[in-house]
């Protein structure tokens, strides 16, 4: 069964619920989350604009972010997720360790992982093809080496990268609906 390339929101209802959309860098959160926020009639807010100046220097320079970095960064998202519980919307996030996303959850409990995953070569290579952003490819394996996967008691779903943006987009709006009607909280 294929996955069209549009995506079908007939079935997507009442979105109160703010989406993280996490992964390692090059997964597409970028591409994917907008067409997500799209798709369920919600605000989207790009995570990378809540980085403060001097973790967008550090990274640009090719050195990984370490905890006390990435504390004021996920304070500001969580603020956003925080001012849109149960209004909902979609914002990007690596959200690579639990401990980071149990600082987000603090601070806006809704909160819906929506894990962006893939083959690493597929990764690396669409993060070599990207221009202008300041995450080098070179970080990559930091990320992988960083990443906690979501926890069976972690609200979320898992969304291959392989195939289009709308497709990916699609099984991702799929999925999440699908957790919704199972009634997963």
């Not at 090059?26 to 990378?48: H, N, Q, R, S």
């Not at 100046?53 to 970095?69: E, H, Q, W």
């Amino acid at each position: 069964m294929s996955t069209p390339d549009v995506i079908d929101v007939a079935d997507v209802t009442d979105v109160t619920d703010v989406i993280v959309v996490m992964g390692v860098a090059g997964t597409g959160k970028t591409t994917i989350g907008p067409l997500v926020a799209e798709a369920l009639g919600v605000p989207y807010a790009e995570g990378d604009d809540f980085h403060p100046t001097a973790n967008i220097a550090k990274m640009s320079a090719g050195i990984p972010l370490d905890d006390a970095d990435r504390g004021p960064w996920l304070d500001a998202i969580g603020a956003w997720a925080h001012e849109r519980g149960g209004r909902g919307g979609v914002v990007s996030s690596s959200a690579l360790k639990r401990a980071y996303r149990d600082r987000l959850r603090a601070a806006a409990p809704g909160i819906v992982f929506l894990h962006l995953t893939g083959a690493r070569a597929l990764i690396e290579e669409r993060m070599a093809e990207r221009r202008g952003h300041f995450m080098p490819a070179a970080l990559l394996d930091s990320q992988f080496a960083t990443l906690e996967p979501l926890g069976p008691d972690e609200a979320g779903v898992l969304v291959d990268v392989a195939g289009t943006p709308a497709e990916i987009a699609g099984r991702a709006v799929a999925a999440l609906h699908a957790r919704d009607a199972a009634g997963a909280r």
